[in-house]
């Protein structure tokens, strides 16, 4: 089974700059999360989907930050216009109703560097 | 507010030793509990998830306790190697469906584990 996909791994930005994060979550999987790691701190949720409505944003900057799940598969995360303070890895996550019940699988990041 | 936190921020130990990470959460009415892996430059890796109902789960060398009413659960490694060197997270599920959320995990600020040869 394909894990979730993330795109890109590493991406290097100036402030002010907008910047785009793309997940593909694992097949079959209705509910998608996008989390942010800043260094040395445990992650954050930004936004949770469930299939392509949202049900949790309360810690999204929606004055910078947006998110969409247009079709209830892939997912784009972007900032616009990007700070020195979300330089961060940016964790996308899903997952499955069932026998593991809520149980999230990680993707591998997208680390952004705002200079 | 739920809050996690992780004890001690980091640990260095050497080959073969037992070892125990620890974590406390603040708000007792947790759906779960999962401890996760985190490698540097990589993504989570789920280790043990452990319903509210339970007392705890083992994988392998590794056991995770819950103490819901106390707000603790504990991560036990044992014969520990050099290869489980890296950061260990503790997260606490809240599931807000029937007030219209979703299920949200709170993370604690991990563990960073060295096991030297």
């Known amino acids: 089974e394909a894990g979730v996909a993330q795109s890109p791994r590493y991406k290097i930005i100036e402030k002010r700059q907008s910047v785009a994060f793309w997940c593909n979550p694992i097949s079959g999987h209705a509910t998608l999360y996008w989390y942010q790691q800043i260094l040395g701190q445990g992650p954050k949720l930004l936004i949770q989907f469930q299939n392509n409505g949202v049900v949790d944003d309360s810690q999204l900057p929606k004055d910078r930050f947006s998110a969409e799940r247009l079709k209830g598969v892939d997912s784009t995360l972007k900032i616009q216009p990007a700070k020195l303070e979300d330089s961060a890895v940016y964790l996308c996550?899903?997952?499955?109703?069932?026998?593991?019940?809520?149980?999230?699988?990680f993707g591998p990041g997208t680390r952004l560097t705002v200079t | 507010k739920q809050e996690v936190t992780q004890i001690p921020a980091a640990l260095s130990v050497p080959e073969g030793e037992n070892l125990v990470l620890n974590c406390s959460f603040t708000d007792s009415a947790i759906y779960n509990l999962q401890w996760f892996r985190q490698d540097p430059g990589k993504g989570l890796t789920s280790l043990l998830l452990?319903?509210?109902?339970?007392r705890e789960q083992t994988s392998g060398r590794l056991n995770a306790s819950l103490d819901k009413s106390s707000g603790r659960s504990t991560l036990y490694i044992a014969a520990s190697q050099p290869g489980d060197s890296a950061t260990y997270l503790c997260?606490?599920?809240?599931?807000?469906?029937?007030?219209?959320?979703?299920?949200?995990?709170?993370f604690g600020t991990g563990t960073q584990l060295k096991v030297e040869l």
């Open positions: 997260a606490v599920m809240l599931l807000l469906i029937l007030t219209g959320g979703g299920n949200k995990l709170t």
């Open positions: 452990i319903q509210s109902s339970q």
């Open positions: 996550a899903s997952s499955l109703a069932g026998a593991k019940l809520y149980e999230q699988y």
